[in-house]
């Protein structure tokens, strides 16, 4: 089935440390690739995202994504993490040939400890 | 500027009882996606509504349904409610025309069903 997979259920990290959250989706064709992150409390708010151009994309807070199309992939980075990222990082999907819906995958829990 | 807002915040209901949920649209922005969002899981698209038509569905039965006003906020309609449709919707909204770039995202309705 046609889906969007996030590899990891629970990162726990300690604080400086590096990030990287996988992200892959099994559809062909053109897409267009976000990042969510929604902290606690907070409702989903954008993070990056690739539409096309330089397959490396950088986002708020430090955070940068990149896009790997033959692997289908577009993972998410931060080089030092801070106790303030602690939240849940959702990749999403658009299909641009079918339609405007977001494709979610199930997320991934991130706890940074100071 | 108001962001996307959505009331109310919290609903309890019991089996077989209907719900309606509404959300009102970022400025500016004249299409407004629904989503379910199940515990520990991302978010699922719904439908998404632009001038007032239901532009494309998910995969959700018919007793999910939904409308859009004139000033563009938008009602999302369970009707027969089971303990299954317990979860947070959310509503997003996003700028005009028929290519969707980012979605903003609410705050979310939490559904209980008993």
């Known amino acids: 089935a046609q889906s969007v997979s996030q590899h990891n259920h629970h990162v726990i990290l300690s604080e400086a440390a590096s990030l990287e959250l996988g992200c892959n989706y099994s559809y062909g064709g053109t897409v267009n690739l976000f990042w969510y992150v929604q902290y606690p409390g907070q409702h989903l708010q954008l993070l990056l995202k690739y539409f096309s151009g330089d397959p490396l994309v950088k986002g708020i807070k430090g955070f940068e994504a990149e896009f790997i199309k033959s692997k289908f992939s577009f993972n998410l980075r931060k080089p030092s993490v801070q106790w303030s990222d602690t939240a849940e990082y959702f990749c999403?999907?658009?299909?641009?040939?079918?339609?405007?819906?977001?494709?979610f995958g199930k997320g991934t829990t991130l706890s940074v400890s100071s | 500027d108001a962001g996307v807002t959505q009331s109310p915040t919290h609903l309890i209901k019991t089996r077989g009882q209907q719900v309606t949920l509404r959300c009102s649209p970022k400025s500016g922005h004249d299409t407004v996606s629904w989503y379910q969002q199940a515990l520990g899981q991302g978010p699922q698209f719904i439908f998404q509504?632009?001038?007032?038509?239901?532009?494309q569905r998910g995969n959700f039965p018919d007793r999910f349904s939904g409308h859009q006003f004139p000033n563009y906020s938008s009602e999302l309609n369970v009707n027969a409610l089971l303990l299954g449709d317990s979860a947070l919707y959310l509503c997003?909204?996003?700028?005009?025309?028929?290519?969707?770039?980012?979605?903003?995202f609410g705050p979310g309705t939490r559904l209980t069903v008993l």
């Open positions: 999403a999907v658009k299909r641009n040939q079918a339609g405007t819906a977001l494709i």
């Open positions: 997003a909204s996003s700028l005009p025309g028929r290519s969707v770039n980012e979605q903003f």
């Open positions: 509504y632009y001038e007032e038509e239901e532009r």
